[in-house]
């Protein structure tokens, strides 16, 4: 028995950062896929390994599952959450930016299209797209035959490309605009801000009715600059801003006599912010004060 457990233990321990990452992508909420592995575990246990070929497709299967359920589960809670929901932020390691696949595929403007899928569209995409698994192994994690996955791969695939960023953006472009972003806030250079936003930049607040954001989404270069304008005084003597690197991209911590306010992402497309988004709910700030470990 100990032994088994031993085994069992050990293949978990070592696909456990990966599975992490799949729960994480197709629930944008870490303290969720924290759970979905919890769930994973418990059957995981149970299961004959003597039976089972491929521990790691194994894995991610149970993992899919747990997850697409509670992804249904998480859509209805959406439903009444307050103001618009963002991504809980990731505080990432500097190598995750080298494996440009992964840094897309968990960056805060990429899981927002995501969320614009299916469920099942959604377990799919990630899982081909992102894990490349084969179609056979995705047929067995969500429960369709392989015809009907390889329909709904396309459909995803197809749905996604109409909405991801516009342009490829290097992570040092990106490292670059958020300097001039970052500079620009802090002296209260709102000529520079401007120019900066694209016409039709979109800003998203998250502060899940907790603490105060943005009701809705605020649209447009001259209203973007405008809020952001007005809330430059409180980057004063109490306030501080720390280039990080949030879901494998530059992005900016704020912080208010030495406490998180806030997470900054930015999307960028030809060389113009297109997206900003700002989470201040504290319940998904937690993961930005340590390294999370994100694989595939």
């Known amino acids: 028995m100990s032994e088994r457990m031993d085994s069992a233990t050990a293949a978990f321990v070592a696909h456990r950062n990966l599975l992490f990452t799949v729960a994480y992508e197709m629930l944008g909420s870490a303290a969720d896929a924290e759970d979905v592995l919890q769930e994973t575990w418990l059957r995981w246990v149970d299961v004959d390994l003597d039976e089972v070929r491929d521990q790691r497709a194994y894995l991610v299967r149970i993992t899919?599952?747990?997850?697409?359920?509670?992804?249904?589960?998480?859509?209805?809670?959406?439903?009444?959450?307050?103001?618009?929901?963002l991504p809980e932020p990731l505080l990432t390691a500097p190598d995750v930016a080298e494996d440009v696949e992964l840094a897309d595929s968990v960056s805060m403007a990429m899981l927002l299209v995501l969320e614009t899928l299916a469920p099942t569209e959604r377990a799919v995409f990630v899982l081909r797209e992102v894990f490349d698994l084969d179609y056979d192994e995705i047929a067995d994690a969500v429960d369709k035959s392989q015809a009907a996955v390889r329909q709904i791969a396309h459909r995803a695939r197809v749905h996604v490309a109409a909405r991801r960023p516009r342009g490829d953006v290097?992570?040092?472009?990106?490292?670059?605009?958020?300097?001039?972003?970052?500079?620009?806030?802090?002296?209260?250079?709102?000529?520079?801000?401007?120019?900066?936003?694209?016409?039709?930049?979109?800003?998203?607040?998250?502060?899940?009715?907790?603490?105060?954001?943005?009701?809705?989404?605020?649209?447009g270069a001259d209203r973007v600059a405008r809020l952001l304008g007005a809330g430059l005084p409180k980057f004063g003597g109490e306030a501080s801003v720390e280039p990080v690197q949030i879901n494998g991209w530059p992005a900016l911590i704020v912080r208010l006599n030495g406490k998180i306010d806030d997470v900054v992402a930015v999307r960028i497309d030809d060389g113009l912010i297109t997206?900003?988004?700002?989470?201040?709910?504290?319940?998904?700030?937690?993961?930005?004060?340590?390294?999370?470990?994100?694989s595939r």
């Open 64 to 85: 899919t599952r747990q997850a697409l359920s509670r992804l249904r589960t998480l859509g209805r809670r959406k439903e009444s959450y307050v103001g618009p929901w």
């Open 170 to 219: 290097s992570p040092a472009e990106s490292r670059d605009a958020l300097a001039a972003f970052q500079r620009a806030i802090e002296t209260g250079d709102l000529q520079s801000l401007f120019d900066m936003l694209a016409p039709d930049v979109v800003l998203l607040g998250d502060g899940g009715g907790v603490v105060q954001a943005v009701p809705r989404p605020i649209v």
């Open 275 to 294: 997206g900003l988004y700002v989470v201040r709910n504290p319940e998904k700030l937690s993961r930005v004060e340590r390294e999370t470990t994100v």
